[in-house]
């Protein structure tokens, strides 16, 4: 039986689409139980990019941030295809036909393929002067905000801040210390379609937020949407009242947030589900997918190395590799929000336990060493 399981093992073609959270966690975890198999990853950026960082541009580089694939290619033996995969209903049920992919003019035949592409920017607005979450990913916020510093004709500077979730929230207050500690003159405006400041999160960790915010003198105003820039100003109207009101502009983000295109709906082994039907050999996880039952389906880094790695050993029990694995059934253990140097709040085991200041900023680099060592090929996490 052990023979029989070595030499399947050998035999087996995987191919990743996603080369972020979900799709890294699930291809360490098959190299591991699979030496011999054949991984290919497809994504087309040439980078792991740690998107739970990105804040940490404002002063610094994507570099930082980010780990080649090449490099991580060398370290765990699979072959990186630099492209982006379109996924349709009609492609998903051809690919689990025939076993096999179009990929860069070339054919990926397959034993078991996983779809972990992510999310996609809400709403990408091509407006010059208005950066978006994909534009940041491309490039640092570090020379805008030198731009900014450096213009020695303007004696007030206002930044604006589109979407007032946890992205907009990290940005706006490690904005906030480069221009303060730069002794610029600046105003920072928050502002979010929404009625209340992080309205899903635990309400003692919004009211540390809020007395932040005002703390830093950075300005909510909710209820309002983007509408335009125009003439160095942007306009932002009233949800409510639908009253516009002009702010100036030295730079805006609009940081909306970003939605699974198409969702992807998966069993309890991470499967992909349509019309009722299993596809028995393709699986799916991240963003980009909605497991049944009882599992997270929050678009947080937790829930993507968790789906990632039920998905993985599911794919081990399909080839039987393992006998047995539980089915999905993870949730959150915390969220935390960094504020700025030696500050975060966040909750941590239940949403009643909320931590802030130096050990929550502990907590929150312990979560990132975690991660960077699943990297290294070390796996800390607890089932």
Not at 105 to 116: C, G, I, T
Not at 120 to 126: A, G, L, M, R
Not at 173 to 196: M, P, Q, V
């Amino acid at each position: 039986m052990r023979q029989n399981r070595e030499n399947s093992s050998k035999a087996l073609r995987i191919v990743i689409a996603g080369g972020g959270y979900a799709g890294l966690s699930a291809l360490i975890i098959l190299r591991k139980k699979l030496p011999d198999a054949q991984i290919v990853l497809i994504d087309p950026r040439d980078s792991h990019l740690l998107i739970t960082r990105l804040h940490e541009t404002v002063h610094g580089s994507l570099e930082d941030i980010s780990i080649p694939y090449q490099d991580l290619a060398r370290r765990f033996d699979f072959q990186h295809i630099r492209q982006a995969l379109e996924i349709d209903m009609e492609k998903l049920q051809l690919w689990q036909k025939r076993r096999c992919i179009e990929v860069d003019r070339q054919q990926l035949d397959f034993d078991y393929l996983l779809l972990a592409t992510g999310a996609s920017v809400i709403d990408p607005v091509p407006t010059e002067g208005v950066i978006d979450l994909d534009e940041l990913c491309r490039h640092p916020l570090s020379a805008k905000l030198e731009k900014i510093i450096a213009d020695g004709d303007k004696e007030h500077r206002q930044i604006n801040i589109i979407g007032a979730g946890p992205t907009g929230i990290q940005f706006a207050f490690a904005i906030e210390h480069i221009l303060y500690t730069a002794r610029t003159s600046f105003r920072i405006t928050l502002s979010d379609a929404k009625d209340r400041l992080l309205e899903d999160f635990p309400a003692a960790m919004v009211g540390y937020v809020q007395k932040r915010l005002a703390e830093k003198n950075i300005q909510f105003l909710n209820s309002r949407f983007f509408v335009a820039r125009q003439e160095e100003q942007i306009v932002l109207e009233n949800r409510r009242s639908k009253q516009q009101q002009l702010l100036p502009d030295d730079l805006t983000l609009l940081l909306l947030g970003k939605k699974p295109e198409p969702l992807l709906h998966a069993n309890t082994s991470g499967q992909v589900v349509l019309d009722g039907e299993a596809l028995g050999n393709i699986f799916t996880a991240g963003d980009c997918s909605c497991y049944d039952e009882l599992g997270s389906n929050r678009m947080t880094m937790q829930t993507a190395l968790r789906k990632g790695k039920a998905a993985a050993k599911n794919i081990l029990r399909a080839a039987r590799v393992i006998r047995f694995c539980l089915p999905y059934m993870h949730q959150d253990k915390g969220y935390i929000l960094h504020l700025g140097p030696a500050d975060a709040v966040g909750w941590v085991g239940s949403s009643r336990h909320i931590i802030s200041g130096m050990p929550a900023c502990l907590a929150k680099e312990a979560i990132e060493m975690q991660y960077a060592l699943l990297l290294e090929g070390v796996d800390s996490y607890v089932l």
